[in-house]
């Protein structure tokens, strides 16, 4: 019984104590957009084109439409649209615009009012389409309608990736967090998001590694098209991490990056609140194929709350290995809480932390199942569909 103690034990310290070096090494070289460096003006102010679709976000828009004209950065223009809003979303997009372009004479602030939704597209993709077809910028900023910038964001951002010569930026948001379920919450899902997502491997080209951001995705007009713009992903529930993944299968340069305070997004109310924003993107990411998900739920399980379990059960000094891992654990907790407003101590939760989010994706699997499909504000799209997209972009 010692051996297999020992065993499981040092499996789990092993990939822990893997991880954990991968992430102190890999995230010295994941830039931080607040650093005096990049506080400048580009040589050439590119044009942006900031797009932001909305459905029913009436308490959100307002304040985050102002953050975008207010940036600091000139050459832009901002296409909002309403995407078949049931509340006062249009309304305020239009006061924003005529506020804005009254602050700003010149900067072009256009609001696309829809009504109807075609058939075979999400209503985020079409939107985020339709817009992307009237931007005139070299760069397209596809964003959220509950983010808010600092008035440097896009200033930092541009200098970046010009310099860095990249063809998409994800910017990493700061969480507003308001309660103990969405520290919790989220950070179980940034202990997943470090093994699903390497942020420093996506800069490299051999790597598979990608990410994407529906809160900042910063991508080239020209790449966006080459890869098809969301024309090519206009069933993807995940369209943000979808986008990340054409555009490196595609050969293009792109790169994640920091910036603590540049972007604030309130990703949900209370714990609930996150689960109930996965529980419609889990089983997407997995590409709706349950054997997948029952795989993942039985890893987040081994690896996260083995490790607490077998400081328990184990005897003796085959403690051992469980130890390291729990403290490869803690270490990783203390690093994230220097870029989050998640403190380290939520490392003594981490098994429940996690347990969040295996509950979430259960919960993904169960009512995407059970409704045939993903049902979203106010709109079902049917499995069958969804699960048809999601083959034909691998």
Known sequence: MHIFWWLLGGVLAAVWMDRLQDAARGMRRVADITQPEWDRFPEHASRVSIVVPARDEQEHVEAALASFAAQDYHNLEIIAVDDRSRDSTGEIMERAAAKATAARPGLRF???????????????????WLAAERATGDWILFTDADVKL?????????VYAEEAKVDHLVLFPTHALESIGERMA????????????????????????????GSFNLVRKSTYETIGSFRALRLQVVEDIKLGERVKKCGFRQHSVLGPGLLDLHWGRGGRGIVRNLTKNLFAVLDYRWPRAVGACLMLAALNVVPSLGLWLAPAWSKAGFALAVA???????????????????????????????????????????????????????????????????
């Open 110 to 128: 256009e609001v696309l009012h829809l009504r109807e939704l075609p058939a075979g597209w999400l209503g985020k993709t079409h939107a985020m």
């Open 328 to 394: 490869a654990i803690v270490v990783l907790y203390a690093g994230m809480s220097r870029t989050s407003r998640i403190s380290p101590a939520y490392a003594l939760l981490h098994p429940f932390n996690s347990l969040i989010i295996a509950y979430a994706l259960v919960r993904s699997v169960v009512a995407t199942l059970w409704h045939g499909g993903v049902l979203w504000r106010g709109t079902k799209y049917s499995l069958r569909e969804l699960r048809g997209e999601s083959s034909s972009t691998e």
């Open 150 to 158: 600092r008035s440097d964001t896009l200033r930092r951002a541009i």
């Open 186 to 213: 989220l950070a179980g899902f940034g202990m997943l998001f470090v093994f699903g997502h390497r942020p420093w491997k996506v800069s490299d080209p051999q790597a598979k590694d990608s990410v994407g951001m």
